[in-house]
């Protein structure tokens, strides 16, 4: 009787994973055929779907990626590539995943890590003539980049150079004009003294002139005096009458 039990329990097992496994299939179907009409959004909740019931099923979460990626969602498009080369054993399969993590990060304009991918997919698949094509593609990418950046660089460099010259120009020319406007301003002090030295001069000139004048006038007068006196005494002194 034991031995019934465990038979009907195993058989009942297995009757629902082949159920299980019939309804994801089903649901992958409906998945793939909204992917192809380009209903991205329900193709997305078809493979949840599976993914939540069987986190490993690589066939869901590879066709979840690419519809990560046609809904321009690359990110997540790369996150979903990547956990199907974790957890697949096909060399095919991986080199599949690394191709479209290739096409993701090109997408984004991520030339080194996009070449990258496509080298690990070539690695895995030799014979994949359009890993092949977009490696090239991406290594022309990266150069024209970084020519790119030398260029920038460069005319960095150049504009740092010239705007230093500009700046020295306009010191020397600062430090000039400072020099042109102290000698103005050394030039209108020495005219100035000058001028006030003139002035003092001819304030002087004049001042000697007064003390000049009025010192002949002095001298006229003390020579007229003596000359009045020297003829006082040499007139006869006149004697004075007596009255009877």
Do not use: C
């Amino acid at each position: 009787m034991k031995q019934i039990k465990y038979l009907l329990v195993i058989l009942l097992l297995f009757g629902s994973l082949v159920s299980f496994s019939q309804n994801e299939k089903r649901t992958i179907r409906r998945g793939l055929s909204d992917y192809e009409k380009g209903d991205f959004a329900e193709a997305e909740v078809n493979f949840k779907k599976v993914l939540d019931k069987d986190p490993l099923n690589e066939k869901a979460q590879f066709n979840l990626g690419n519809t990560h990626y046609n809904q321009e969602n690359f990110e997540e498009a790369t996150t979903d590539f990547k956990n199907v080369i974790q957890n697949s054993t096909d060399k095919q399969v991986a080199s599949k995943a690394f191709y479209n993590i290739g096409n993701a990060l090109m997408s984004q304009e991520k030339y080194n890590e996009s070449f990258q991918a496509y080298k690990n997919a070539l690695k895995l698949n030799p014979d994949d003539d359009d890993a092949r094509y977009n490696l090239e593609y991406a290594r022309l990418k990266m150069m024209n980049e970084q020519n790119q950046q030398q260029d920038q660089q460069n005319q960095d460099q150049q504009q740092d150079q010239d705007n230093q010259e500009n700046q020295d120009k306009k010191d020397q020319e600062q430090k000039q004009d400072e020099q042109q406007q102290n000698e103005q301003n050394q030039q209108q002090e020495q005219q100035q003294e000058q001028q006030n030295q003139e002035q003092k001069e001819q304030q002087m000139s004049k001042e000697d002139a007064e003390r000049m004048l009025q010192a002949l006038q002095n001298e006229e007068k003390e020579t007229l005096e003596k000359v009045t006196k020297q003829k006082m005494e040499a007139m006869p002194k006149q004697r004075n009458q007596k009255d009877w």
